[in-house]
Nanobody, 116 residues
Framework: VQLQESGPGLVTPSQTLSLTCTVSGGSITTNYYYWSWIRQPPGKGLEWMGAIAYSGSTYYTPSLKSRTSISRDTSKNQFTLQLSSVTPEDSAVYYC?????????WGQGTQVTVSS
């Protein structure tokens, strides 16, 4: 399974950040696969943001839940992250990841900077 993040590298404060993860080599509806978004701000550790399951159920980390939405487009085999009301503290490398029964796969990551 291969994952590729895409989206704008620069977002204006107070706007909504939107990223897409395009999946190849596997279906996002495959049983027991969980598709997630993780970020790493500069100089900090990895932060799990949320996930969408093979069933379509979604899960979010409590600290970001009010600003985060993860959805999917099964026809395109993609899933999307939306993070609203961004601030410069949301600047990070954003990764998509899949956890499967046999292991996990990561995208290469995409840098997002929040700045006016």
């Amino acid at each position: 399974v291969q994952l590729q993040e895409s989206g704008p590298g620069l977002v204006t404060p107070s706007q909504t950040l939107s990223l897409t993860c395009t999946v190849s080599g596997g279906s996002i509806t495959t049983n027991y696969y969980y598709w997630s978004w993780i970020r790493q701000p500069p100089g900090k550790g990895l932060e799990w943001m949320g996930a969408i399951a093979y069933s379509g159920s979604t899960y979010y980390t409590p600290s970001l839940k009010s600003r985060t939405s993860i959805s999917r487009d099964t026809s395109k085999n993609q899933f999307t992250l939306q993070l609203s009301s961004v601030t410069p503290e949301d600047s990070a490398v954003y990764y998509c990841r899949v956890v499967a029964p046999y292991g996990d796969h990561w995208g290469q990551g995409t840098q997002v900077t929040v700045s006016s």
